[in-house]
């Protein structure tokens, strides 16, 4: 990767295979205006050997990559998750208000908002078990971006340190241990915009404190919404030395409140009932918070973490309108109370096999103490009925293993494999759905990565994934909503990952990778938070291709270009039934042109993204076929050494395109009670222009 030094020199430093499993992932895809800072003859080219028991570019896969937490801040974007899409494939779109989790889609997977893509932010987990809103819930609007460090993401099932919820893959954001300079940005924009945040870092002799506030305000472009977003965070961290690493501190709080704009259907903006911005339900939205407190130690020998979250979540929507109740509406509260513990540790070992392999070892716990999830009847945000209200406790434990074998100057071998134990018991105010529920599952990994040349490196991997199923739906026997018998699922569902790839770059000017990939997954259960029960859907298969492309042109211009093509299909036959996978986009393609005025890139600068998703498969027969999306991100940013501006122009073409795309039946007043199957989407924001104001102290 490209590290900026003191001397404003460059270095070009491999990590060892120790750092590369704590950041899971390799550097493939790092940023482009970290490698043109300064004029060429200004580049020094430093190879840094890390511990003399691994050899340079420990990486497993061509599905790997890391980016700079400088990069994620320059790119124009509508919302805090869109950082995922720093990701190659991945999208990110929203159904509802500001404030919940975002929806996500990668590789054939409509990731809803986390079912099968893991994420963690500095050694924490964000997915939540048995979560109100839905299996692997993954809200990332606590994170304040300007404190990232790093990004690093691993796509497949072939990485031994991750467990649940990583079909698709993962991601692990790394913050802040330091700052270059306290800093304030002031943003203001459109639709009520504003947004405050300060950076600081105090030193206490060899130790320091880094902290980080951010106030936003949000009204949205609805005709009748007013989202009133009120976000508010604050992160501070403390790391000092101790024995022969680092101990690092941190604690974090987030509150938010907002009003929903859900999706609607076609019919009611075609009538005229309705324009485009418009809302059936006026009175949907929800509150959110999350605090915790987390520990991690790093050397180089040992790594470990420990942590306490604290969060919440009421969520109000509604999106069959008069469907289930024409008198008082469909309106439903989602509710989630829970405290997570939770740690790891590793260490990394030599190998006596050949010189310079090496094994990592290590153990994860977690447990989610849920004092209340539920699902509620509501009028006016106001309850009048329960669907179903339980307490859960799930306990996991998990230990790993990642070896990496050099066979041979050029070939190399990494085998992994990790045991997982999860145990839940749910107290029910339906005591036939109370219960306990256990299960264990191994899974292995491998791959081969070969050195063709300097330039070229050919990988192939396999591997075992698994994500596990909400504790409720594993010891339900009643129906909540219709009283009926129903049996219940299994507690941990097992994937199956095959990829080949390649990755190309002389690390200096241009990277590309490249991979063929197939995903087998068992069964696509998962439990329906908006209906609260457990649909037992089918066995599944995708694969596809992926290809990113950077190219850094000069020290003035840089492009880059991502593009993904998947085939999801259930792997069995229904009657009455298709195999087209509901909710997956086939096809994204995201690409980018920066221009810099100065080759240090102080001036102007000028910014051009474009994002396309295919038009979604939204029922099983794939004979509804919505528009596809595109959107044009522009900015204008000028830079000097203590202050910049910057001018952000989201959906620059104005497009009325959709940001996603549901089928299913809804009842509008007068209406036949059995309702109309019909589109329903959350339109993409109309243009929208930001301008922030960064100075350094």
């Given at each position: ?11 070009v430093t ?10 899971s992932a ?8 970290l490698?043109l ?9 430093i190879r840094v ?18 980016v700079s937490?400088d990069?994620?801040i ?31 889609f ?9 079912t ?13 078990r ?19 460090d ?11 340190n991750?467990?649940?919820?990583s079909?698709?893959g993962?991601?692990?954001?790394n913050l ?14 459109e ?7 300060a ?5 206490t ?15 949205g472009?609805?005709t ?6 009120k ?5 501070i961290?403390?790391?000092t030395?101790?024995?022969d690493g680092?101990?690092?501190?941190t604690g ?5 409140s ?5 999706q609607v ?5 075609q ?33 470990a ?18 469907l ?10 989602q509710?989630d ?5 939770g740690g ?15 094994i ?6 977690r447990?989610?103490d849920?004092?209340n999830?539920?699902?509620y009847?509501?009028q ?9 209200e339980?307490a ?6 998990a ?15 990494s085998l ?5 134990y ?10 036939a ?46 129906d909540?909503v219709?009283g009926?018998?129903t ?5 941990l569902?097992k ?6 790839g390649v990755?190309f770059?002389?690390?200096r000017t241009?990277n590309v990778?490249?991979?063929?990939w197939?995903l ?9 938070g908006?209906?609260?029960?457990t ?16 190219y ?11 593009a993904a093509?998947t085939k ?26 920066t ?18 998703l295919?038009s ?13 999306t595109?959107?044009m991100n ?5 830079r000097?050494?203590?202050w910049?501006?910057?001018l952000?122009?989201?959906?620059a ?19 036949p009670e ?6 329903h ?17």
């Amino acid at each position: 990767m490209v590290i900026k030094t003191d001397n404003g020199n460059h270095k070009v430093t491999t990590l060892t295979f120790a750092k590369t499993l704590t950041a899971s992932a390799i550097l493939l895809a790092t940023a482009p205006t970290l490698a043109l800072d300064d004029p060429e003859g200004d580049i020094e080219h430093i190879r840094v050997r890390g511990d003399s028991s691994v050899k340079d570019g420990e990486f497993i896969s061509a599905s790997q990559g890391w980016v700079s937490g400088d990069t994620m801040i320059d790119r124009p974007m509508l919302r805090a998750g869109e950082i995922l899409e720093f990701i190659p494939g991945m999208m990110v779109t929203q159904h509802s208000g500001s404030g919940k989790a975002n929806q996500y889609f990668l590789r054939g997977f409509n990731l809803d908002h986390g079912t099968d893509f893991t994420v963690s932010v500095d050694g924490m987990p964000v997915n939540m078990r048995s979560h109100g809103h839905g299996q692997g819930y993954s809200d990332l609007n606590f994170i304040i971006p300007e404190l990232i460090d790093s990004l690093s993401y691993f796509k497949g099932t072939y990485y031994a340190n991750i467990g649940d919820f990583s079909s698709a893959g993962g991601a692990i954001f790394n913050l802040r241990d330091s700052l270059e300079n306290n800093q304030v940005f002031l943003g203001l924009g459109e639709f009520g915009f504003k947004r405050a945040v300060a950076l600081n870092q105090f030193e206490t002799g060899e130790s320091r404190v880094v902290t980080a506030l951010e106030y936003q305000t949000y009204d949205g472009p609805w005709t009748d919404v007013d989202e009133d977003v009120k976000k508010k965070n604050a992160h501070i961290r403390y790391i000092t030395p101790m024995l022969d690493g680092q101990l690092t501190i941190t604690g974090m709080a987030y509150d938010n409140s907002w009003n929903g704009a859900d999706q609607v259907p076609e019919r009611a903006i075609q009538s005229g009932l309705i324009d485009r911005l418009g809302s059936i339900d006026t009175q949907v939205g929800g509150e959110s918070s999350r605090y915790s407190l987390s520990a991690n130690y790093a050397s180089d020998t040992w790594n470990a973490s420990i942590y306490a979250i604290d969060t919440e979540l009421s969520l109000f929507s509604n999106f069959t309108y008069f469907l289930d109740n024409p008198e008082r509406g469909d309106q439903f509260e989602q509710a989630d109370d829970r405290k997570i513990y939770g740690g790891e540790i590793f260490t990394t070992l030599p190998l006596a096999i050949t010189e310079g392999s090496s094994i990592t070892l290590g153990g994860q716990w977690r447990f989610d103490d849920i004092d209340n999830v539920g699902l509620y009847r509501t009028q006016n945000l106001t309850r009048f009925g329960t669907v179903r209200e339980d307490a859960v406790e799930s306990n996991s434990y998990a230990l790993f293993a990642q070896s990496n074998i050099f066979l041979n100057d050029r070939l190399s071998l990494s085998l992994g494999g990790r045991y997982d134990y999860l145990d839940v018991d749910v107290d029910s105010d339906l005591d036939a759905n109370s219960g306990s529920a256990d299960d264990g599952i191994f899974t292995l990994k491998a791959g081969l990565k070969y050195l063709l040349s300097e330039q070229l490196t050919a990988f192939a991997n396999i591997g075992q994934g698994y994500h596990s199923n909400d504790a409720r739906g594993a010891t339900i026997t009643v129906d909540p909503v219709s009283g009926d018998a129903t049996e219940p699922s299994p507690l941990l569902v097992k994937s199956l990952g095959y990829e080949a790839g390649v990755n190309f770059t002389d690390n200096r000017t241009y990277n590309v990778s490249a991979a063929l990939w197939r995903l087998e997954l068992d069964s696509e259960l998962v439990y329906v938070g908006d209906a609260g029960f457990t649909e037992a859907s089918r066995p599944s298969e995708r694969h596809g291709i992926e290809v990113s492309a950077y190219y850094w042109v000069n020290h003035h211009l840089t492009t880059d270009i991502e593009a993904a093509w998947t085939k999801a299909r259930f792997s069995d036959s229904v009657e009455g039934e298709g195999r087209h996978i509901d909710g997956t986009v086939p096809g994204v393609v995201s690409a980018g042109l920066t221009y810099f005025q100065n080759s240090n890139q102080l001036g102007f600068s000028y910014t051009l993204r474009g994002r396309y998703l295919s038009s979604r498969t939204v029922e099983s027969f794939d004979e509804v076929s919505p528009p596809s999306t595109f959107l044009m991100n522009a900015q204008v940013a000028y830079r000097q050494p203590m202050w910049d501006v910057t001018l952000e122009v989201l959906n620059a073409l104005d497009s009325d395109d959709h940001d996603i795309d549901y089928f299913y039946a809804s009842r509008l007043p007068g209406e036949p009670e059995d309702g109309i199957e019909d589109l329903h989407y959350h339109p993409v924001e109309p243009r929208n222009v930001r301008l922030t104001v960064s100075l350094k102290y």
